[in-house]
């Protein structure tokens, strides 16, 4: 098994502090790498109280919410320092990869 790191930037100069993942695969797919993501942040938010309502968040529908932003450029992905710009593209994470999620912020007046 290996770590990869999620980094969260955006556009604007932002940059989250990153956190570590764990990922028993060397090569995933970027639809792969974005779903796994997704369900480890609605677990995190579940086991920490976040979520209030008794609608717990549906992962499969968050996925789906993140796949569809990421179709349309709500926001891109690099991993090490390479741009994926497919989903379907496999994706090499050698222990230490930092997988960094850009979001596009609207330019002022655009």
Same mark, same amino acid.
């Not at 940059?15 to 764990?22: L, N, V, Y």
């Given at each position: 098994?290996?770590?990869?790191? !999620? =980094?969260?930037?955006?556009?604007?100069? /932002?940059? &989250?502090?990153?956190? $570590? !993942?764990?990922?028993?695969?060397?090569? #995933?797919?970027? +639809? $792969?790498?974005?779903?796994?993501?997704? *369900?480890?942040? =609605?677990?995190? +938010? +579940? &086991? &920490? /109280?976040?979520?209030?309502?008794?609608?717990? @968040?549906? @992962?499969?529908?968050?996925? $789906?919410?993140?796949?569809?932003? !990421?179709?349309?450029?709500? !926001?891109? %992905?690099?991993?090490?320092? +390479?741009? =994926?710009?497919?989903?379907?593209?496999?994706?090499?994470? @050698?222990?230490?990869?930092?997988?960094? *999620?850009?979001? #596009? %912020?609207?330019?002022?007046?655009?």
């Amino acid at each position: 098994m290996g770590m990869v790191t !999620f =980094v969260d930037e955006t556009t604007s100069g /932002g940059r &989250a502090d990153g956190w $570590e !993942f764990e990922v028993a695969e060397e090569r #995933l797919a970027l +639809r $792969e790498l974005i779903r796994r993501r997704v *369900f480890q942040e =609605v677990a995190e +938010r +579940r &086991a &920490a /109280g976040l979520v209030k309502s008794t609608a717990q @968040p549906d @992962p499969e529908a968050q996925t $789906e919410t993140a796949l569809a932003a !990421f179709r349309r450029n709500g !926001f891109l %992905v690099l991993v090490g320092d +390479r741009q =994926v710009t497919d989903l379907d593209e496999v994706v090499d994470l @050698p222990l230490g990869t930092e997988v960094t *999620f850009l979001k #596009l %912020v609207a330019l002022v007046g655009g």
